[in-house]
């Protein structure tokens, strides 16, 4: 589905307006590459991941824990009567591989770690399940559609399954041999195959989501061992690959081991004081040196999932908008059960202690969250939402990210990954380059800024959070604007289409602009350059005399030019003069001679050609060497 615009007039700020909070960039500051990796998904629309240029694709989620690639069939675990499952080709590992790889999407692959995987089953009912009423008749709930399987309780306790009635034993060997099978049929990572193997999924909660086969609580070195070895086993099989870990659940996983529960506890004590996080990152670090300092895990990789209902009420939007701020907040306290009434956790900084921690346990792992969902996507407060993450993500240099429940093509979620990934209908992205940006209240209005390479144009993302519209100046510095700033929106006045508004002026580093309320507006400033223009001295039928005049539109003088254009025609250029030209086929690149590279802010330099052919005005093109 491709986005749909809208040209209006948007002139006059609305007399309603407020005065919003003043809006700083500075192109020269906090410069960082963004990684294209942090706009991945799980799953979704094909279209829709197709129109944004979706970049990562994650094969994960509780039913990966036990996939068995030898026969196609997973156990769908606690999450519906851990029944065996034969999947079929689409939603088999190779299927979605390569898929995939088709088109051009990275995908991030999960190997099992637990210890079991799913044993042969049938592909219809009756399945092969964890608590078969065979063994267990009496079971607190049973599959309506296979009365044969159960939930594995009875008066709401825990029953105790038998591995080998799902489940055959698999262990490093087993993940080896996995990857090889794909190695073997689309390459290794360096030949456009897997390029990230994920070490199983969120394994704390093996004891509950797979209690059938792993009722007990996972330990330190349970993780610890069996990551390392399939670690191993991955690079064995693939050296070119990476590995990504322990992706965990959440705030507990984060911070402690299943036999700790959520916090210090003996587990803790008997492996130096470190949490789970901060022991997983030495672990695999020790590993490595113990190898010969062979890398072991390339991505430190954490769920997030806000502690938020999914309600839309105006008190759950306004929380939900807030608790962003978990990400990356040093003063920000958690409002849910794990701040000050509950776990009583310090601000979280999710992602700045993330890289706090790699850098003290296990320098130069990158970071990512292979899961997140702020929830409310079918509503402009998700769609808001979710373009403050993305910012977020880009500014504080995640390295990968994958959306778990993915928006509609046609939910406001979806507007906000076009807004960075395709805002215009054509495929034109917010900048890949972060900057500084700030703004003097980051509660009302949320800034983020960056450079695109392609054209050095700046990009600015403005999330307006609240119910008005605020009318704010942005000042830009380090930066050469061409003397307009394009205007792109998503607000609730229109919830089908981004909106392009009237350009906007951008005079000596400023630009006023009136943000609508609870919208989404991004500003798109080319950058200053060059412009060229052609005159015609004089033609006849066989050829024609013209003269270019190169004009500096910056502030600042350059030191080089290079004009460019495409003959419509069969012209072909005889001599020129004050210039360095250059023909290929229909297209010319003239560049300065040297002595006639400089100049002047507003300044401007002629360069003179002769070519055949009649003298139709082609398009010029001028940049600054």
């Known amino acids: 589905m491709a986005t749909s615009l809208v040209a209006v007039t948007l002139t006059a700020p609305p007399a309603s307006a407020a005065d919003g909070p003043a809006l700083s960039i500075d192109v020269s500051a906090a410069r960082h590459p963004i990684s294209p990796e942090i706009y991945g998904l799980n799953g979704g629309d094909p279209a829709f991941n197709a129109e944004i240029g979706q970049s990562v694709a994650r094969w994960g989620g509780n039913a990966s824990s036990r996939y068995n690639f030898k026969n196609h069939t997973y156990n769908t675990g606690s999450d519906w009567y851990f029944e065996n499952i034969v999947a079929d080709q689409e939603h088999s590992v190779e299927g979605m591989v390569g898929s995939n790889l088709a088109r051009g999407i990275k995908p991030v692959v999960t190997v099992p770690l637990s210890g079991w995987v799913a044993k042969d089953s049938p592909s219809s009912h009756p399945f092969a399940c964890g608590f078969p009423a065979t063994r267990f008749p009496q079971q607190d709930s049973f599959d309506q559609w296979d009365p044969n399987c159960g939930n594995g309780k009875l008066n709401q306790e825990n029953l105790t399954g038998v591995p080998t009635d799902t489940s055959v034993p698999a262990d490093a060997a087993f993940d080896g041999e996995m990857v090889s099978h794909l190695v073997d049929q689309f390459g290794t990572a360096a030949q456009g195959g897997v390029p990230i193997y994920e070490l199983d999924n969120e394994p704390v909660l093996w004891s509950s989501t797979h209690r059938d086969v792993h009722p007990e609580p996972v330990s330190d070195d349970e993780l610890g061992t069996k990551g390392t070895a399939a670690a191993a086993a991955i690079k064995a099989a693939d050296p070119t690959a990476a590995v990504l870990g322990p992706s965990g659940w959440g705030y507990c996983e984060w911070v402690a081991s299943g036999v700790d529960g959520c916090g210090p506890g003996a587990d803790s004590a008997a492996h130096g004081g470190l949490n789970l996080s901060q022991w997983y990152l030495k672990n695999m670090k020790d590993y490595s040196d113990a190898h010969g300092g062979k890398r072991y895990l390339d991505y430190f990789d954490q769920h997030f999932y806000p502690q938020i209902s999914g309600d839309k009420t105006p008190e759950a939007n306004a929380l939900r908008l807030r608790s962003i701020r978990s990400l990356w907040d040093p003063t920000y306290v958690e409002e849910s059960w794990i701040g000050p009434s509950g776990v009583n956790a310090p601000p979280l900084q999710f992602i700045r202690t993330m890289k706090s921690w790699v850098d003290r346990y296990n320098p130069g792992t990158k970071t990512a969250i292979t899961e997140y969902n702020w929830g409310a996507l079918d509503d402009i407060n998700g769609a808001l939402a979710e373009a403050d ?228 005005p082609p398009t010029l093109n001028c940049k600054p060497a």
């Not at 928006?407 to 495929?427: E, Q, S, V």
């Not at 008005?468 to 998503?490: C, E, H, I, K, M």
């Not at 507006?521 to 039928?541: E, I, K």
């Not at 460019?564 to 360095?580: A, E, L, R």
């Open 389 to 616: 993450i993305l910012g977020v993500f880009g500014r504080e240099g995640l390295d990968l990210a994958t959306m778990w429940g993915e928006p509609k093509p046609t939910d406001p979620g979806a507007y906000a990954f076009r807004m960075y990934r395709n805002y215009d209908g054509t495929g034109d992205r917010f900048g890949d380059v972060s900057v500084s940006a700030t703004a003097a209240d980051q509660g009302q209005l949320a800034v983020y800024a960056a450079q695109r390479s392609s054209d050095q144009a700046l990009t600015v993302m403005v999330v307006n959070k609240t119910g008005g519209d605020l009318t704010s100046p942005l000042s830009v510095a380090g930066f050469d604007n061409a003397g307009a700033a394009q205007r792109f929106t998503y607000s609730p006045a229109d919830l089908s289409a981004i909106v392009r508004g009237d350009d906007l002026p951008a005079s000596n580093g400023h630009v006023d602009a009136t943000y609508p309320a609870n919208s989404i507006t991004l500003l798109v400033l080319p950058a200053a350059g060059c412009s060229a223009s052609l005159h015609v001295n004089g033609d006849w039928s066989t050829g024609h005399v013209a003269t270019v005049t190169v004009t500096n539109n910056r502030r600042t003088a350059i030191t080089g030019w290079k004009v460019s254009w495409t003959w419509p025609g069969d012209q072909q250029v005889t001599n020129s003069w004050n210039t360095t030209l250059k023909q290929n086929a229909a297209s010319v690149v003239a560049t300065d001679a040297g002595w006639n590279g400089r100049i002047g802010a507003g300044g401007s330099t002629t360069f003179g050609f002769q070519a055949s052919g009649t003298a139709p």
